[in-house]
Antibody
Framework: QITLKESGPTLVKPTQTLTLTCTFS??????????VGWIRQPPGKALEWLAL???????RYSPSLKSRLTITTDTSKSQVVLTMTKMDPVDTATYYC???????????WGQGTLVTVSS | QSVLTQPPSASGTPGQRVTISCSGS????????VYWYQQLPGTAPKLLIY???QRPSGVPDRFSGSKSGTSASLAISGLRSEDEADYYC????????????FGGGTKLTVL
């Protein structure tokens, strides 16, 4: 079955760079149509899409955060890594990674990881 | 400010039918698939509806989706207490807002 799990620091300081890893199983990011995305949710607020990487290494970013985001994949390790630069307290949120397959957008989600930005 | 607009709250009594709306534009709902997610308290979102009105395996047929022009709706019939959750719509977007946009979410309360 498809599973995803996010990992990374729970606390980062303002101006630091955040690196999150999504480790998945049950599918291959080399398979046509497959994608892995990142979505975040500040406490008590709505979901916000951040980035998406496809099986063919096509990468898409939220226009409002594009300058701060980088998404990469390590196919051999079944991992997708998201880096976000210049962290600010407003970036405090639960960060989720999720699987997509063609028209099935985010059909499987990780449990999420809460990242707090504070000095 | 979310690209897709949802009412912040909705409510109903057990057994009722409730609908949640999602308003967008020609670049997203008007020309692309719409998705609905259910988020129970303290858990990750779960895909409820994809491609306008398809349900993943395991999602009860009490949940249905529809689209008209640049708006979409999620209907829940035979409302149950366990349906109390936050519901989000999402869509692909062809404009500079995209390619994925979410709604602001609707908190459904079962009275």
């Amino acid at each position: 079955q498809i599973t995803l799990k996010e990992s990374g620091p729970t606390l980062v300081k303002p101006t630091q760079t955040l690196t999150l890893t999504c480790t998945f199983s049950g599918f291959s990011l080399s398979t046509s149509g497959v994608g892995v995305g990142w979505i975040r949710q500040p406490p008590g607020k709505a979901l916000e899409w951040l980035a998406l990487i496809y099986w063919d290494d096509d990468k898409r970013y939220s226009p409002s955060l594009k300058s701060r985001l980088t998404i990469t994949t390590d196919t051999s390790k079944s991992q997708v890594v998201l880096t976000m630069t210049k962290m600010d307290p407003v970036d405090t949120a639960t960060y989720y990674c999720a699987h997509s397959l063609y028209s099935n957008l985010f059909d499987y989600w990780g449990q999420g990881t809460l990242v707090t930005v504070s000095s | 400010q979310s690209v897709l607009t949802q009412p912040p709250s909705a409510s109903g009594t057990p057994g009722q039918r409730v609908t949640i709306s999602c308003s967008g534009s020609s670049s997203n709902i008007g020309s692309n698939y719409v998705y609905w997610y259910q988020q129970l308290p303290g858990t990750a979102p779960k895909l409820l509806i994809y491609s306008y009105n398809q349900r993943p395996s395991g999602v009860p047929d009490r949940f249905s989706g529809s689209k008209s022009g640049t708006s979409a709706s999620l209907a829940i019939s035979g409302l149950r207490s366990e349906d109390e959750a936050d519901y989000y719509c999402a869509a692909w977007d062809d404009s500079l807002s995209g390619p994925v946009v979410f709604g602001g979410g609707t908190k459904l309360t079962v009275l």
